[in-house]
Structures are given as structure tokens and as C-alpha cells.
């Protein structure tokens, strides 16, 4: 990535220093939408890839839904170390995690995945970045396997004034870090050379008062 994450790396280097080492003890989450999800995403996979993996919390929900080799990519290196740290605590399930932006896709062969996960990732990348992180992350899945896309809510162009959110250029905004602000018809548009859509859901976060958007995907 030669495009300036630099802020980003640094909000995030600062929330994972103080996560704690806790990991999962069970298949589910407690928030019913992703665990469907997730169970949706394990059903017949074994090695599963989440690129923008945090501290490693989806990898290791799926080692308890039944998947086998995981692997996760951040760009905070302390999200890595955290991640590294919690997975000493699963007593299942193969982890790799390493630092590094959508280039490090390069150095896995075609179809050598058999889900893959982008959480609340694909649309917080500036958008030649978004676009190279979705055609690798369907030429590292094998034909017919499942990726999982998680984005942030659509933002109006009342809520952008109201907020005073920066944009950037088009849909590109400074929402405190990068937010690549895309109707849901434009992101379908944006899957579909890659990826037939199984099915959509959204997905509340009462904790944070927060909904997202889901994708269930299919490698075409």
C-alpha cells in the first residue's frame, strides 16, 4: 500500500495496546445477525482468511464454528501482536497473522481459501486499494467459496452536513479516518465481476448504537 494510512494505523495501534488477551470460549458472539454469519461462512470451510482482522476476534469465532487454518492481515502492528498474544490462548484451530496491506494478498496462490472475511474494511480504504482487496480476495478463494463483507452504514448527504464530515473527493470521506461512502446499489455493483450475492442482512450494534450492512458472497 503506498497510499497514506498513516492516521489509521496509529488510531488503531492506540485501541489494540489496550485490549486485553482474552479470546472466545464458545461458537457464538452474543449479536444473533453475525453468528448466523459466521455459521453460514464455517459450513464447509477449513482454511479461512480475514484481511483487516483486528486482533483476530472473527478467526477466532470461526476455529468454534468449526474451521481448522486461519489466517489474518492487519496494517496496525499492534492489532497483530494482540492478535498473536489472544491466539496462545485457543486450545483450537491453526492462526498466522501478519502485518501488511492488500499487497501481502500477492504472495498466496489462486483459489487457497475457502472463505474469506473483510469486516468493516473494503469501504475504509481509499478506493484503488478497495477495489485490488476485492479482485484478490476473490482470485485467493476457491470457486464457489464464501466471503463475508461487513460495511459501515450509508451516509446521507444531510448526515454528512450535519456532522460536518470532510469529503474528500466523491464518495471518499474524512469521517475521523477514511470512509468510502457507497450506496448499497453501488457496492453491488462493485461485487458482482467477482462474487454472486447469496444474500443481504443488516446487523445492529446496540452497544455502540451502530447498524452495518451484510454480505453474504459466492465466488463466481
Known sequence: MELDYQKCITFWDEVFSKEDSGVPNAAASGNNVLDEAIKWLCSGSNRVLDFGCGSGAMLFLC???????H??????????????QKAEHMAIG????????????????DASFDAVILSNIVDNLFPEDALLLLSESARVLKKGGKALVKLNKYLTQEQIATWDIKT?????LDDGLLLWNNTTEEWRVLFTPYFTIYREAEI??????????????VKV
Not at 501478519?98 to 496462490?109: A, I, K, M, N, T
Not at 474528500?168 to 471518499?172: D, E, F, P, R, Y
Not at 445492529?204 to 458472497?217: C, D, K
Open 63 to 69: 476455529a468454534h464454528n468449526g474451521t481448522r487454518d
Open 71 to 84: 489466517v489474518g492481515i492487519d496494517l496496525s502492528q499492534k492489532a497483530i501482536h494482540c492478535a498473536v
Open 94 to 109: 491453526d492462526f498466522q497473522f501478519e502485518q501488511g496491506g492488500v499487497e501481502s494478498l500477492f504472495s498466496y496462490p
Open 168 to 172: 474528500i473527493s466523491g464518495n471518499l
Open 204 to 217: 445492529y450494534y446496540p452497544e455502540h448504537e451502530q447498524t452495518n450492512r451484510l454480505f453474504y458472497l
